[in-house]
């Protein structure tokens, strides 16, 4: 391995994870804005021109606020549940592909911080270590309301993982491989696998809602219910993290759904503009594209937060066994089916 | 039996037909309604810059009134004080000197009178209670502070300005 490999990777991780940092600290403010225009108001707009700088105050204040760690809790397993959520939403994004491959010189520089060949597979286990996270967060704060969303979100977790297994395993029929690389490749031209798996795409979307822990399936901390479900007795800089890794997953969660089913960085007319601006610029542009499909995603999670109430628990889990499940079953059905004839033909 | 008000409404709970059992469609009814809000005017009044109009009977900071001469009207009877609901006011009286009677109508006045705006619920039965119509909740919204102590208002913020002339 060269001094350059390392390099190149170390500057690639680098920038991606302030980048999703930043992503993740602005997302706070939009979420505010959004919801205030969605409700006729304008959100926060004092610090800083139009509120540029409230997520800095909002950091600020986390970290100025008292740490209280309950009598009674666990504190080495307290502090590692944020701990733990953080650290899982941070590194979900090591598989996506950002761009296609810059060429500068004769070197060949993939934006992509590794391309393994079990991509999804990989989104998928990081996804579901970051509950363990709230689990572990809610258990050891020794409270019955964090216990209950720390359940709760374990059992939605696990209900709603099997659906989006069952969404993939219609998208690889069609894909034939797990590497992001490839599936982003294959969308080239136009060739979205939104048009191939409507159905899928739904199911999978509807299930990253309940993954993330967003409206309509924020059950974990339904305030109405249980005060602030697992984070109850968290404060300060540790609820920052919570907050944070929730704004992480949704970025993540935005990244692969664009990834898988909006063509990723790819878009109509793509080999036409890297003709004109060259191999350095035109995998730039493609990010920027890719980017703007996470934003458009960040903004219906935000969309739906503020229009769609919250389910209650077992309409939760009626929909996840007893809707998505079979849906899903019945599209990789439909998607064998379809793909066989389509084969013979 | 008949609805006095005209108001009342049956409901009928018939079953969800297949489209509603879907919830898709409300779903997308309704996000296309909160997105419609988006453009809509926004309802936000920015406070500090901008004021909204008050009612005519709004009751807001006191103020402690001159009569025509420009003399504190307050004799300091203590019947706000003991009308507050609150127990908000606190004052301390004084008898007037030879030589003030341009600045105290009557012959005994506040030397010290504050009101805590943290306790005050503004109801304005102090107001009412005034024999010499000296107190007015007729000022703006009481600003915000840090410290509690902040919040007692004595006669420096509360008297009224006196006559130019
Ligand atoms: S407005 Fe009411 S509460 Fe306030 S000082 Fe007057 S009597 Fe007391
Ligand atoms: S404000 Fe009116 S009621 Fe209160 S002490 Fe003065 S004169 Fe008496």
């Known amino acids: ?345 | 039996m008949e609805s006095l008000s005209n108001r009342k409404k049956v409901l009928d709970q018939k079953p969800m037909n297949f489209w509603e059992r879907l919830y898709l469609p409300a779903i997308f009814q309704g996000m296309a309604i909160t997105f419609k809000h988006m453009f809509k005017k926004k309802e936000t009044i920015f406070y500090p810059e901008v004021e909204r109009e008050f009612s005519e009977n709004w009751r807001g900071l006191h103020s402690l009134k001159r009569d025509e001469q420009g003399r504190e009207r307050c004799t300091a009877c203590g019947l706000c004080a003991l009308s507050c609901p609150a127990e908000a006011i606190t004052m301390i009286a004084a008898e007037r000197q030879k030589g003030e009677e341009n600045l105290y109508r009557e012959e005994k006045y506040a030397a010290v009178y504050e009101i805590n705006m943290l306790r005050c619920i503004f109801c304005g039965l102090c107001e009412e209670a005034c024999p010499k119509e000296a107190i007015y909740l007729d000022g703006p919204i009481v600003k915000s502070d840090y410290l509690r102590k902040d919040f007692i208002y004595g006669k420096d913020k509360l008297v009224e300005e006196p006559l130019k002339s």
């Not at chain 1, 209950?148 to 993982?161: C, D, K, L, P, V």
């Not at chain 1, 924020?218 to 300060?236: N, R």
């Not at chain 1, 889990?317 to 599209?331: D, H, Q």
């Not at chain 1, 059905?333 to 033909?345: E, F, Q, R, S």
Request: glycine residues 10%; aromatic residues 14%; negative net charge.
């Open chain 1, 1 to 345: 391995m060269e001094l350059s490999f390392i390099i190149e990777k170390f500057i690639l991780i680098t920038v991606i994870f302030l980048v999703s940092l930043g992503i993740a600290a602005y997302s706070t403010l939009a979420e505010r804005k959004i919801a205030g225009y969605l409700q006729d108001r304008v959100g926060p707009n004092r610090a800083g021109p139009g509120g540029m700088f409230q997520p800095l105050a909002d950091g600020l204040k986390m970290f100025m606020k008292e740490e209280i760690i309950p009598a009674d809790a666990n504190r080495f397993l307290f502090i590692a549940g944020p701990s733990l959520a953080l650290l899982t939403a941070c590194i979900g994004s090591a598989v996506i592909p950002w761009g296609q491959d810059m060429v500068i010189g004769d070197r060949i520089i993939p934006l992509q911080v590794t391309d393994i060949n079990v991509g999804i597979l990989y989104i998928f286990g990081v996804v579901s270590l970051g509950v363990y996270g709230l689990m572990i967060g809610g258990w050891a704060s020794n409270n019955k309301f964090s216990l209950m969303g720390a359940i709760r979100a374990a059992s939605q977790n696990i209900s709603y993982e099997i659906p989006m297994g069952l969404s993939i395993i219609a998208l690889l029929l069609v894909t034939n491989t797990l590497s992001l690389k490839e599936i982003s490749e294959m969308q080239h031209g136009g060739n979205w696998n939104i048009l191939y798996q409507p159905l899928g795409f739904l199911i999978f979307m509807v299930c990253s809602f309940a993954e993330t822990n967003r409206t309509p399936f924020d059950l974990p901390e339904c305030e109405t219910e249980l005060v602030g479900g697992y984070h109850t007795e968290y404060s300060g800089f540790k609820m920052g993290a919570f907050m944070f890794a929730e704004y992480l997953n949704m970025f993540v969660a935005s990244a692969v759904m664009s990834t898988l089913y909006f063509g990723g960085y790819n878009y109509p007319g793509m080999d036409y503009v890297n003709g004109l601006v060259g191999p350095i610029i035109g995998p730039l542009i493609g990010m920027a594209v890719l980017f703007a499909k996470v934003f458009a995603f960040i903004f219906f999670f935000m969309w739906v937060r503020w229009t769609v109430p919250r389910f209650r628990y077992d309409q939760l889990m009626n929909l996840g066994w007893k809707v998505l499940i079979p849906l899903a079953i019945a599209n990789i059905v439909i998607t064998g089916i379809w793909i066989t004839i389509y084969d013979k033909l």
